[in-house]
């Protein structure tokens, strides 16, 4: 074997550039497929950290805002109210938490600093059921909903915006004119799935910002957790039937709400970033057919170029499988000079593209190996027909050959 090394690459270092552009094909597909592929993992592990920031089973129900008339029209009555959130907080036994939402969009003033951010009114449990933890201060707590407090917890983006680098906490900022307090500011979440700056937010009780800042009764949305990932279908099940019978839906009457589990948003989008990972990494595989192809293409040209030497060596007494391995360790040779080289070239351009392009990536470990593995098998595959047919050539003739 060590022989056959020493024969492969003494051919190889013959034609160093015919060689090396041959290797091209093999060093860009597997940069390719390296690149490609920590890209789309790069992408699935930004995503999967922006599912876990959403909360912990979380359900929502949100209202249809469309109630059929007589007249085949419809009108704009939102239906879901606080008694249906709080009926749902003491009947559902497969929920744990739930929280009434309201959300609108306003300015927020802070001495000459002004911001235009989303208001939401929440519960005291909004914290627990979106898992988000506070930087400063405190979270709305139950005495504030129910008093109609003046109070207001800020998101990062709020805070840099107004405050800069000034503690925020027991501070006052206005509201559509209206004074509130500043007791908390919350952690930093970052973007969520949908591309949305989840700190770009006003916290406030419900209770307060229904009366004080929209003016409505209304719910806007009914955040709510499961007990365990397992019981969400159930819980599902359970906030429907008690919002149909809470409603007066007839049987055949369609929900004027629906029930969204985060979960299956979520499988959603890691089942499109992994379809994407894969289809991003069977283009870069094209590359290394393309390069498995220049392989062969070159070996062909080599067995023709070398016809007399393959019949001296037969004349001295070596086999056919000989010369099949011969040709065969000089394919994989260049293929494995290629894949090295490649899986090189790969991870600097990956940290190149995520450095300078900002896109996210994550090496990954597995496709690195599947990668060098692939350009192997490709030196293999199209390197076995050169080395086939150089191995069957009649002794005779290939000496004869000019």
């Known amino acids: 074997m060590t022989v056959l090394l020493k024969i492969a690459l003494r051919a190889i270092t013959r034609n160093k550039l015919r060689s090396s ?24 592990l930004m995503v999967e950290k922006q599912i876990e920031s959403m909360g912990t089973n979380v359900l929502l129900v949100i209202p249809i805002s469309t109630t059929h008339t007589a007249t085949k029209g419809t009108t704009g009555t939102i239906t879901l109210t606080v008694e249906d959130a709080l009926a749902i907080e003491k009947e559902c036994s497969a929920v744990s938490y739930v929280s009434p939402g309201v959300r609108t969009t306003a300015q927020a003033v802070y001495g000459n600093q002004n911001w235009t951010t989303y208001v939401s009114g929440v519960g005291a449990d909004y914290q627990i059921i979106r898992n988000w933890p506070m930087d400063l201060g405190r979270f709305i707590a139950q005495k504030d909903v129910t008093a109609m407090t ?90 429907t039937t008690l919002l149909r019978q809470r409603h007066r839906l007839r049987p055949k009457e369609e929900n004027d709400f629906t029930v969204v589990s985060q979960i299956e948003f979520a499988a959603t989008i890691m089942e ?69 080289i490649g899986v090189i070239f790969g991870i600097v351009l990956s940290k ?29 595959f199209f390197g076995y027909y050169p080395a086939r047919k150089a191995s069957r050539l009649n002794p005779i003739e290939a000496l004869r050959y000019e």
Request: proline content about 2%; hydrophobic content about 50%.
């Open 352 to 380: 190149a593209v995520s450095y300078f392009g900002g896109w996210p990536s994550l090496l990954s470990t597995p496709s690195i190996v599947i990668a060098f593995l692939f350009s192997n098998m490709v030196g293999i």
């Open 21 to 44: 552009l041959t290797m091209l094909g093999i060093v860009i597909g597997v940069g390719a497929v390296i690149v490609m592929v920590s890209i789309g993992q790069g992408a699935k």
């Open 150 to 239: 003046k109070v207001c917890v800020l998101g990062q983006t709020v805070v840099a915006n107004l405050f800069g680098n000034l503690n925020p906490i027991d501070k006052w900022i206005r509201v559509k004119n209206i004074p509130f307090k500043v007791v908390g500011v919350l952690s930093a979440k970052g973007e969520s799935a949908m591309g949305q700056d989840q700190d770009d937010v006003i916290l406030m009780p419900y209770t307060t910002v229904q009366r004080k800042v929209m003016g409505v009764t209304y719910v806007g949305i009914v955040f709510a957790s499961s007990v365990s990932a397992n019981d969400r279908f159930e819980a599902i099940k359970q906030m």
């Open 272 to 340: 499109t970033s992994r379809t994407m990972t894969i289809l991003l990494g069977s283009i870069a595989s094209v590359s290394l057919i393309v390069g498995g192809i220049g392989i062969m293409n070159i070996m062909l040209v080599s067995t023709t170029e070398r016809t007399r030497e393959i019949g001296i060596r037969m004349a001295v007494g070596a086999r056919e499988k000989d010369i099949l391995f011969q040709f065969l360790t000089e394919a994989t040779v260049l293929s494995s000079l290629g894949g090295v």
